[in-house]
């Protein structure tokens, strides 16, 4: 029984991904990003992104989709609202490559704390100057198919 125990701690141990330092601050980037949104904080957003940065959104809301493009800058004016926003990232899948790294994050958004959207954002980001910032943030808004994308895939 003891052989067994190890056995199976040592196969959790050999799948179990551990982050490496990038990893976790690629995650921490995007989590100060949420929370400029949250906290409609215009300093901590111009600190985790290059300003002139691009936000592609894809809506799936009616039967046509639609997509539009703006850069950072341009957000920073609409980011204080009367609205109370929050993104919940469900996970982080990071893939980085020298200097450059990509964040797959299935997300779900609150509007004055009710659920008003789903989706995955797909950040880009470039290590400079010793920090991660995000260069590119792309995402859809999807009211349906929400729970699959909770599920860990």
């Not at 921490?28 to 940065?53: H, P, R, Y």
């Amino acid at each position: 029984m003891r052989k067994i125990i190890i056995i199976v701690l040592l196969g959790i141990s050999l799948t179990t991904h551990s982050q490496t330092p990038d990893e976790k601050a690629i995650k921490e980037t995007i989590d100060s990003f949420f929370l400029s949104l949250e906290k409609q904080d215009t300093t901590l957003l111009k600190n985790v992104v290059f300003i002139d940065g691009q936000l592609w959104r894809v809506s799936n809301i009616s039967n046509s989709r639609k997509f539009d493009m703006r850069d950072f800058r341009a957000d920073i004016n609409k980011l204080i609202s009367k609205n109370k926003v929050k993104e919940i990232p469900h996970r982080y899948e990071i893939k980085i490559h020298n200097g450059i790294a990509m964040a797959w994050v299935p997300y779900e958004f609150l509007v004055n704390e009710k659920f008003s959207h789903c989706g995955v954002d797909v950040f880009t980001l470039i290590h400079a100057s010793g920090v991660w910032k995000i260069v590119n943030a792309s995402y859809t808004i999807d009211t349906t198919g929400c729970e699959e994308l909770k599920k860990n895939k």
